[in-house]
């Protein structure tokens, strides 16, 4: 079976950098997703990574470590409107059928 | 330009009856995808379009659940004899896929919410 996890809630300051988990353990992998969600909105492409190693763009920056089956996501100088769910999704057979993770809801505080 | 566009926005119908969600993906975008989310849940995969066919049916829940795309264009999500487990917010995602891209970015609609009493 397929089995991706993330912490479901955080809480982070306004400012500061926050660092959001994933692990899987998926019969295939063709790339890793991370995608947005607010409230009651359709999710929004992050990043994606198939490489080992740091994708950076602007705040958010996306981490893979495929012997690991490890990625996260961090956000820095968070602001108010990053408060939302993040998802990690895994490719799993390069058709882009994507496996989701439960999310992560990020809420940030003043 | 317009984004992926879902009809109805909210539905909601008795146990035991048929009901169709429909799917606008944006224009020229060859591939299309349902999703299931339900409340506390992560995304779920429910079937995958190449144009008019459909090579991945792996995630449908039920022989209650069909789909269909005409045109490369719009799709319909069917779910006969509803239950009340099939109660959650469908979407539709499309993309546009480019031979020897890297990776083919979703663009998700606003979903459909089904409540089924």
């Known amino acids: 079976g397929q089995n991706i996890d993330q912490p479901t809630e955080m809480t982070a300051t306004e400012g500061a950098i926050v660092q959001i988990n994933c692990t899987y353990q998926?019969?295939?992998?063709?790339?890793l997703f991370w995608y947005q969600q607010h409230a009651g909105e359709a999710p929004t492409f992050l990043s994606y990574?198939?490489?080992?190693g740091l994708e950076e763009k602007g705040r958010f920056s996306s981490f893979l470590s495929r012997s690991k089956g490890y990625s996260y996501l961090l956000l820095k100088e968070l602001q108010m409107k990053d408060s939302a769910s993040y998802l990690c999704a895994v490719d799993l057979t390069g058709a882009n059928n994507l496996f989701f993770g439960t999310g992560t809801r990020l809420t940030v505080i003043p | 330009g317009a984004g992926v566009s879902q009809s109805p926005s909210n539905k909601v119908t008795e146990k035991g009856k048929d009901v169709e969600l429909r799917c606008d993906p944006i224009s020229g975008h060859t591939a299309l995808y349902w999703y299931r989310q339900s409340l506390g849940q992560g995304l779920e995969f429910l079937i995958y379009?190449?144009?008019?066919?459909?090579?991945?049916k792996s995630g449908l829940p039920s022989d209650r659940f069909s789909a269909e795309r005409t045109g490369g264009s719009v799709s319909t999500l069917t779910i006969q004899r509803t239950q009340q487990e099939d109660s959650a917010v469908y979407l539709c995602?499309?993309?546009?896929?480019?031979?020897?891209?890297?990776?083919?970015?979703?663009?998700f609609g606003p979903g459909t919410r089904l409540t089924v009493l």
């Open positions: 379009f190449q144009g008019n066919s459909a090579p991945d």
């Open positions: 998926t019969s295939g992998f063709n790339g």
């Open positions: 995602a499309s993309s546009l896929v480019l031979r020897g891209a890297v990776y083919n970015e979703q663009f």
């Open positions: 990574n198939v490489l080992d």
